[in-house]
């Protein structure tokens, strides 16, 4: 089966500083992979896909994703943190001929003032 | 934009009761889905539906069914509410079979069972 593992349930960054959190997926063939964002209260968001166009992909609000496949891994990164970057994300997978979603356990990114 | 709608952002109810949750959406996506999110668990698939009238169980379908009579409105069900559906609710839609299509989110309803 296929599916996400998260591998920081929280991250703590100083606003300004670059921001990294990690999934690594399983899947036998090239998978669909996603990246949301949930800020308190809310539905989740899109913040970006990979559908093998390009190895990086680039999403909302300064975010980016690489799809490894070497290394089975799609890190977010964002080159300087903002405080209202501070939400929790999800890395998520679309197995092949499914119509759902695989979610990660999500992970909590902090930003400090 | 796309907009998926649920219809209560909080709901308090009691052990034993019948539980509706709605959900509508505007762009006549043909899949809905229902999800719950609980702390260290991410999201994990309830039912979901592709289809007016059709419907599939997901992850996690015991004590919830699901009703899809329009296109636009997915209702989940839970038959006699217990105080371990305590949970956020969130409804998703997305357009037709494609891998790389995104599901859009509702806001979630924060339903609460004493």
């Known amino acids: 089966a296929q599916s996400v593992t998260q591998l920081d349930s929280h991250v703590s960054v100083s606003e300004g500083t670059p921001v990294l959190l990690r999934c690594n997926y399983s899947s036998s063939y090239s998978p669909s992979l996603f990246w949301y964002v949930q800020h308190p209260n809310k539905g989740l968001q899109l913040l970006l896909k990979?559908?093998?166009?390009?190895?990086l992909v680039k999403g909302i609000n300064g975010f980016e994703a690489e799809f490894k496949k070497s290394e089975t891994s799609f890190h977010l990164t964002k080159p300087s943190a903002h405080m209202s970057d501070a939400a929790e994300y999800f890395c998520?997978?679309?197995?092949?001929?499914?119509?759902?979603?695989?979610f990660g356990s999500g992970t909590r990114l902090q930003v400090q003032p | 934009d796309v907009k998926v709608t649920q219809s209560s952002r909080y709901l308090v109810k009691r052990t034993g009761e019948k539980v509706f949750l709605e959900c509508v959406q505007d762009?006549?996506?043909?899949?809905m889905f229902w999800y719950r999110q609980d702390p260290g668990l991410g999201l994990r698939l309830i039912y979901f539906?592709?289809?007016?009238?059709?419907?599939e169980k997901g992850d996690i379908p015991e004590g919830y069914s699901v009703s899809r009579e329009k296109k636009e409105r997915f209702s989940l069900i839970l038959e006699s509410a217990s105080t371990n559906q305590t949970s956020m609710y969130l409804c998703?839609?997305?357009f037709g079979r494609g891998n790389n299509q995104p599901q859009h989110f509702g806001d979630g309803t924060r339903l609460s069972i004493l």
């Open positions: 998703a839609s997305s």
């Open positions: 762009m006549d996506h043909e899949n």
């Open positions: 990979y559908t093998s166009a390009a190895t």
């Open positions: 998520v997978v679309r197995p092949t001929g499914r119509r759902a979603l695989t």
């Open positions: 539906s592709y289809d007016v009238k059709m419907k």
